[in-house]
C-alpha cells in the first residue's frame, strides 16, 4: 500500500515561496507518475504540475515559470518548488501518484494515490 505525506505548507506573503514535499512510503516513487494539485473550498481539485516516470514535466499555465515539480529517488520524496506566489495561489495542495494510462495529467480522477494535503496561504 502507498502512503503519500506532504509537508511544507505555510503561510506567506505574496512574492515569497515556498517548497513543498511529498514522501512517499511502499512504494518507489521513480517508477509512478506523480502529481501536485490543489483545491480552494467549492471549487474542482486542479492540476499544478507533474512529472512522469521518465522525468517529463507538465505544468498549468497559471504557475508556468514559477513553479518546478522535482523528485529525489534516493529520499523517495517529491517536491514543489513555488516562487513568486501569489494571493491565487492559496489553497491546499495535494500529491498524487501513479496515474492511469491515457489520462491527461491534469485530470485527478486519474490518479490511484493522494496524500491528505498541506495549506499554503498567501497574502497581499
Known amino acids: 500500500q502507498v502512503q503519500l505525506v506532504e509537508s511544507g505548507g505555510d503561510s506567506v506573503q505574496a512574492g515569497g515561496s515556498l517548497r513543498l514535499s511529498c514522501a512517499a512510503w511502499?512504494?518507489?516513487?521513480?517508477?509512478?507518475?506523480m502529481g501536485w494539485f490543489r483545491q480552494t473550498p467549492g471549487k474542482d481539485r486542479e492540476g499544478v504540475a507533474a512529472i512522469d516516470s521518465d522525468g517529463t514535466t507538465h505544468y498549468a499555465d497559471s504557475v508556468k515559470g514559477r513553479f518546478t515539480i522535482s523528485k529525489d529517488s534516493a529520499k523517495n520524496t517529491l517536491y514543489l518548488q513555488m516562487n513568486s506566489l501569489k494571493p491565487e495561489d492559496t489553497a491546499t495542495y495535494y500529491c498524487a501518484a501513479d496515474r492511469g494510462d491515457g489520462y491527461c495529467w491534469a485530470t485527478a480522477y486519474g490518479y490511484r494515490y493522494w496524500g491528505q494535503g498541506t495549506q499554503v496561504t498567501v497574502s497581499s
Open positions: 511502499g512504494a518507489t516513487l521513480m517508477k509512478y507518475t
